[in-house]
């Protein structure tokens, strides 16, 4: 719409815009046109247009409407023209301003800000009242914690910023607005504190945020799939997350943070793949527990991709790694069923695949459902009639439950699995092993924004093992100031 | 294409774990049966020099490697003469290296599945690294040199109750001459093949000076062989080991911890598999660098796959059975090899060493 209209100017005539705007929005009932004449001055005439349900009333007729029709005219008006008048002493609203171009005009409109015209001016007053409804800040949905700030982001843009301004009451943090989506026009927001971000990742982001071909933008996933390095790979190079802790602890270590208007996940960019296993409440708990929760992450991650590979090979290939008396009891509990190991297993896997997908989708009133089928049908009675075997529902429960602990990584861990587990039915352990290679080296090949993914796996050093595979505790200088290290370690990556 | 940049730390890792490449599978210095562990330590001493030379060729040109070097020293046909003899020595070793794997995965660990499989599945690891270029290759290294050194420290503990002094025992009685072969020996395989490394290697940030990534990697390398070799020896007797084709997986196989932690060999195999996969990788990456030389390409990577292909394939014709292998290595390969590891780069350093002065001198002197 707004190529369409690009050609048009305002007139001097009120009446003459009038029917302008209602070519324009033709079709369109929200948008509300409201003549006023003063009651004495018959000269001070025109009309107020705003997009109903997206301006607040009260601000439009207690602040704009009431002075502008109340208003008696003084002697020393020295020559003012009413417009000054209106501007300068009549209208109580923090954000206004002049323009005659229409894209702007129109974009502001439809922004739920209000349109000032009076009679004999080409240009139209834009006054700031934008007053929708929006959710009320909740708890993280996705990110749950015990420790630490109970907040999370909203589907509005400048409430999400408030967040991370308040968090962050530093001029250096800036906030880049652009926007987005040739039909919906979306507002975005770079955000990142000026003195440690990288001028090349910057650069380099705004390119890649200006190259996009895209109609709509409905939430910051499409964005996030948009601007990756690796388009194929199933590894995220671009990060999520809802809770404003965590963009403002992730911008102050010079990352870039992109907020979109009508998404409660903000973007952080580069994103490593370490960021997979650091939640925000790491930094706020003991440093003992904290590093040992990390530990096992990284091991529930590992466990994830694995504990079916490895069975397997275990059971159909490598018996004799096993101690006898466990090989034993595996072999007693298969013995009536009918399917060979590695269809039972994948067809487990599949079953908890299903019921994960059904568990996120359903209602919650009928929540109870799946777990007692999931539970009783699908486990105990599925052993009992020897469809399964026992020790299988154990593998495959256990797999299922370190998915979950890490929730994010949940696709890229749910394929490796499958992969693993078909190269392992091929070769056993060694299948398995080349399986994790070729995944190493396809994790070492990735980059973020020029930043290698795995920037400090495999190294042992002090600062690079502080905040990885440890939460060293904050007295120690290394944490203390984060900004300064975090400007080195930008200065020795971005190359 | 932007240039690729590894740093010393990356290239010492890729070094090190191709200097234990298949001798973790294979063993060194076998002739000299109790005694080989003074083999390695000689044919360590033998190999500095050796190594400094290389370094040395590589200092000279800083940014370049042995086929730039070749070409810009010898002159257009000479150099490319001298890049096709080490196309064919990466090519023919890559092959080797894994015809060594694949010989172990058909006597020990799968001896009914074709011994192509396996290779094969090395081999498209290979090519994967080999396409993604030395930087992957130099941080996968870093992590998969951290993996081989956990699993031997494990392994090792495990063992512990198993060593055996005694088995060292006498020392030099079979002389000094059977040290030197095992020497030699050892010295051609594996230390003197890491010649290829300087095919693959490209440019190497930091110090200008590369004679340190060669003789820390030599260090290491050595050090763990000598410490495999050592480990060996004590849990086996000589005599097992003379009756084995791969002692190390025999070694692992002799754990027994509380009747629970017992034939882990399969599990072990991660440094074979780790190892053989880095030396097979730098040969590819060599082999294919030197075609791309060759035939003035743009890049590598259009024919890192058909090399990989045919390095399995000649992998495959190389022997008819395990003994010939075992004839191969024992006693042609050390001949074999002497003219790729020692003649060849000793004379492109000789050359080197004159260009360079002649062109300083050619140059006007600023001042």
């Avoid at chain 1, 417009?83 to 229409?102: K, P, Q, R, V, Y």
């Avoid at chain 1, 800036?174 to 440690?196: A, H, P, Q």
């Avoid at chain 2, 294409?1 to 070094?15: F, N, P, Q």
């Amino acid at each position: 719409m707004r190529k369409l209209w690009d050609k048009e100017r305002l007139y001097e005539s009120v009446e003459q815009n009038i029917a302008l705007f209602k070519r324009m929005f033709a079709g369109d009932d929200t948008v509300k046109i409201r003549h006023f004449r003063h009651p004495s001055l018959s000269s001070l005439y025109g009309c107020v247009i705003y997009i109903d349900g997206m301006v607040s009333h009260d601000t439009l007729s207690n602040n704009i409407l009431r002075p502008v029709l109340s208003y008696q005219p003084v002697e020393d008006d020295d020559g003012h023209s009413f417009m000054e008048i209106i501007t300068d002493w009549l209208i109580d609203a923090g954000d206004l301003h002049f323009s005659d171009e229409m894209d702007h005009i129109l974009n502001s409109l439809l922004y739920g800000e209000t349109l000032l015209l009076l009679e004999g001016q080409a240009k139209a007053l834009i006054i700031g009242t934008q007053g929708w409804q929006s959710r009320s800040i909740s708890d993280p949905g996705t990110e749950k914690a015990v420790l630490g700030p109970r907040e999370s982001f909203t589907e509005s843009l400048t409430v999400n910023l408030s967040m991370v301004r308040r968090r962050v009451n530093s001029a250096d943090l800036k906030f880049k607005f652009m926007e987005l989506g040739k039909t919906t026009n979306t507002r975005i927001c770079l955000c990142y504190v000026e003195s440690v971000v990288s001028p090349k990742i910057l650069k380099q982001l705004i390119k890649r945020l200006e190259g996009l071909d895209i109609e709509a933008i409905l939430d910051s996933g499409q964005l996030q799939e948009m601007i990756r390095d690796t388009p194929l790979s199933l590894y995220e190079t671009v990060g999520n997350t809802e809770r404003p802790d965590a963009v403002a602890g992730k911008i102050l270590e010079g990352r870039i943070a992109i907020l979109v208007d009508g998404s409660p996940f903000t973007l952080t960019i580069p994103f490593l793949f370490v960021e997979y296993f650091q939640v925000s409440e790491d930094y706020y708990s003991n440093y003992f527990f904290a590093s040992f929760n990390r530990i096992i992450r990284f091991l529930g991650e590992f466990l994830a991709i694995s504990i079916p590979a490895i069975y397997i090979s275990l059971v159909t290939y490598n018996q004799e790694m096993m101690p006898t008396a466990l090989l034993l009891s595996i072999a007693a509990a298969r013995l009536a069923v009918p399917l060979p190991t590695v269809v039972e297993c994948f067809m487990m896997l599949i079953v908890f695949e299903i019921l994960r997908e059904a568990g996120t989708r359903i209602p919650t009133s009928i929540g109870q459902a799946v777990s007692i089928v999931g539970a009783l049908v699908l486990g105990q009675a599925a052993v009992d009639a020897r469809v399964v075997s026992a020790p299988m529902v154990i593998v495959v429960g256990f797999t299922g439950i370190t998915t979950l602990l890490n929730i994010k990584m949940k696709a890229a861990s749910i394929f490796s699995r499958f992969l693993l587990l078909s190269l392992s039915s091929f070769l056993g352990i060694y299948g398995y092993l080349f399986g994790m290679i070729g995944l190493i080296i396809h994790l070492m090949s990735l980059h973020s924004f020029g930043v290698p993914y795995m920037l400090t796996a495999g190294s042992f050093k002090e600062e690079d093992i502080r905040d990885t595979v440890f939460r060293m505790p904050w007295w120690q200088t290394s944490l203390k100031a984060p900004l300064s290290q975090a400007r080195q370690r930008i200065k020795k990556v971005s190359r | 294409m932007d240039k690729e940049v590894i740093s010393h730390g990356e290239a010492r890792t890729i070094l090190i774990l191709y200097i234990m490449g298949s001798t973790m599978i294979l063993g060194a210095a076998g002739e000299a049966k109790t005694d080989s562990w003074i083999s390695i330590l000689l044919a360590m001493a033998i190999a500095v020099p050796i190594y400094w030379a290389w370094a040395r060729v590589l200092t000279l040109y800083p940014g370049q490697n042995m086929f730039d070097i070749a070409l810009h020293v010898l002159g257009k046909w000479i150099g490319k003469a001298f890049i096709l003899i080490y196309i064919w020595y990466a090519f023919h070793l890559g092959a080797l290296v894994l015809r060594n794997f694949g010989e172990f995965m058909e006597a020990e660990a799968m001896p009914e599945t074709p011994m192509l499989v396996p290779m094969l599945f090395v081999t498209a690891l290979g090519i994967g690294v080999v396409r993604a270029g030395i930087e992957t290759m130099g941080r996968s290294g870093r992590m998969l040199l951290n993996m081989c050194l956990v699993t031997m420290l494990l392994v090792f503990l495990l063992v512990l109750g198993k060593l055996h002094y005694s088995n060292l025992l006498p020392i030099l009685d079979r002389g000094w001459p059977r040290v030197w072969k095992g020497a030699f020996s050892a010295f051609s395989f594996p230390f003197a093949e890491a010649v290829i490394f300087l095919g693959a290697i490209s440019s190497i940030k930091g110090k200008k000076n590369l004679t340190g990534i060669f003789l820390y990697s030599l260090l290491i390398g050595g050090a763990l062989i000598l410490f495999i070799t050592l480990r060996n020896i004590m849990v086996l007797g000589v005599y097992t080991i003379d009756n084995v084709y791969f002692p190390s997986y025999a070694a692992v196989g002799r754990i027994n911890v509380g009747n629970f932690i017992q034939r882990i060999e399969g599990s072990v195999s991660i440094v074979f598999v780790i190892c053989v996969f880095m030396k097979l990788s730098v040969c590819l990456m060599a082999a294919s660098k030197g075609i791309a030389k060759l035939f003035s390409l743009d890049s590598y990577r259009s024919v890192v796959i058909q090399t990989g292909l045919l390095t399995a394939y000649l992998a495959y014709l190389l022997y008819d059975n395990i003994m010939e292998m075992q004839y191969w290595t024992t006693y042609i390969y050390s001949i074999y090899a002497v003219p790729f590891e020692i003649l060849l780069p000793l004379s492109l350093l000789l050359f080197a060493e004159i260009k360079t002065r002649r062109d300083q001198r050619s140059k006007p002197q600023p001042d």
